[in-house]
């Protein structure tokens, strides 16, 4: 077990200081036809985009793609999303920091257009809080889609150092190789 990866479990492993932790850019082949199916803008915000993994991606298939962060990592414009006052006309797509996860789905729905929406990657412990009744409350989730696996995640981006990255079936390298599946389910 490498430190960054399971800190769950690793109680003495390091975080990055600004709790930078690409998501995999598979993330977004495994969940893009679910995403399409519920209506997904073509204009996005990636607006943690780190490197540039999930908006690249997004970019290769056909979307019009923002890119901001907080940090200058290479990639995207350096903006603080939750300093933001403009609006944003399309929906909002990232993996933000957990520990700032609640701010981003408040300012998130501060400044989107009607009708569009925002799309967190986050782990599936987020929604188990009796804390963040009153977040889902006043902004209600439409959608919470459920990976059958994991999806990588990397301190700093650092996918190579910590994965054994093979070929898959699919356009680019996943973390694993068998075929994932999602579910949506509508939450209530």
């Not at 800190?7 to 995403?35: C, G, Q, W």
């Not at 609006?87 to 009708?115: Q, S, W």
């Not at 459920?146 to 070929?167: H, L, M, P, T, W």
Request: net charge positive; proline share 3%.
């Amino acid at each position: 077990m490498k430190a960054g990866l399971m800190l769950a479990v690793n109680p003495k492993a390091s975080r990055e200081d600004n709790d930078f932790y690409a998501t995999d850019p598979f993330a977004i082949d495994v969940v893009l036809p679910t995403l399409k199916n519920i209506g997904l803008n073509k204009n996005i915000w990636e607006c943690a985009c780190g490197k540039g993994h999930l908006a690249q991606r997004l970019k290769d298939n056909g979307y019009n793609v923002y890119a901001s962060d907080l940090i200058a990592r290479g990639y995207g414009e350096v903006k603080d999303f939750l300093s933001t006052k403009e609006k944003f006309n399309g929906d909002i797509l990232t993996n933000p920091p957990f520990r700032f996860a609640e701010d981003f789905v408040k300012k998130g729905f501060e400044l989107l257009e009607e009708g569009n929406r925002i799309i967190l990657f986050l782990k599936i412990q987020f929604l188990e809080t009796k804390s963040r009744k009153k977040l889902f409350e006043d902004y209600p989730l439409e959608y919470v889609i459920v990976n059958s696996e994991r999806i990588c995640c990397a301190k700093d981006g650092q996918f190579d150092k910590y994965f054994n990255r093979r070929k898959s079936r699919f356009k680019k390298t996943g973390c694993r190789t068998k075929k994932r599946k999602c579910r949506t389910e509508r939450v209530y």
